[in-house]
């Protein structure tokens, strides 16, 4: 049961670009969601974080907008650049499993020239 | 660097054998989480200890166990291994107990059992 989806394994987009990257949740109680960014051969790191009392969160390139009717996050970078190119994780916890992280599959960004 | 450190980064080991991977939380940080990464999956919660307490428990197999020590490492136990158990195994660390605390991640130990 894949409590947070993201659909799109792969994404590719020009340099100064915006990349959309989305999750979709289907747990009514995630109230926290989180995106981190993995390099190959690193663990991942944090990047930006929403709370459910919230429908964006800005910092810097980096927006993360929520739908909570539509169970529904999307990270937005803008301007994208090549050093932007990783896995992009999606991940929500919440009342009932606020000591974890679950986490979606992933999609891959790659930034291209 | 995140500050959390794993360690061995790779393991090869045989089926049926066990291994033990080990995890050095940041300083100062109380909690530890143990992940699973199988291929092409999203990261897999296993456990949580806090301060030296399990705190929180996913889907964590019998045949593996955790635990943390006073010096708030821990160490994740695997057992009994399968080719199904090869993946990367990361540990992660933050200040509180809940999940919403921004985790800080090692760089894994990638477990290969043949």
């Known amino acids: 049961d894949q409590q947070v989806k993201q659909n799109s394994p792969s994404l590719s987009v020009q340099e100064g670009r915006i990349s959309i990257l989305n999750c979709d949740y289907t747990n009514s109680m995630f109230d926290y969601f989180l995106w981190y960014k993995k390099y190959p051969a690193e663990g991942p790191t944090f990047l930006i974080s929403?709370?459910?009392?919230?429908d964006k969160n800005e910092d810097g390139r980096f927006t993360v907008f929520l739908n909570k009717s539509a169970k529904h996050l999307s990270l937005h970078i803008v301007p994208s650049q090549p050093g932007d190119s990783a896995v992009y994780f999606c991940?929500?916890?919440?009342?009932?499993?606020?000591?974890?992280?679950?986490f979606g599959t992933g999609t891959r960004l790659q930034v291209t020239l | 660097d995140s500050g959390v450190t794993q360690t061995p980064k790779h393991l090869i080991t045989a089926t049926g054998q066990r291994v033990t991977l080990r995890c050095s939380p940041r300083?100062?940080?109380?909690?530890v989480y143990w992940y699973q990464q199988s291929l092409d999956q999203g990261l897999q919660f296993l456990i949580q200890?806090?301060?030296?307490?399990?705190?929180a428990k996913g889907n964590i197999l019998e045949r593996f166990s955790a635990q943390q020590f006073p010096d708030l490492h821990s160490e994740l136990n695997l057992s009994s291994l399968e080719l199904g158990d090869s993946a990367l195994y990361f540990c992660?660390?933050?200040?509180?107990?809940?999940?919403?605390?921004?985790?800080?991640f090692g760089q894994g130990t990638r477990l290969t059992v043949v």
């Open positions: 200890y806090y301060n030296g307490e399990e705190r």
């Open positions: 300083s100062g940080d109380l909690s």
């Open positions: 929403i709370s459910s009392i919230k």
């Open positions: 991940a929500a916890s919440g009342a009932g499993t606020a000591s974890k992280l679950t």
């Open positions: 992660a660390s933050s200040v509180g107990h809940r999940a919403n605390t921004e985790a800080f």
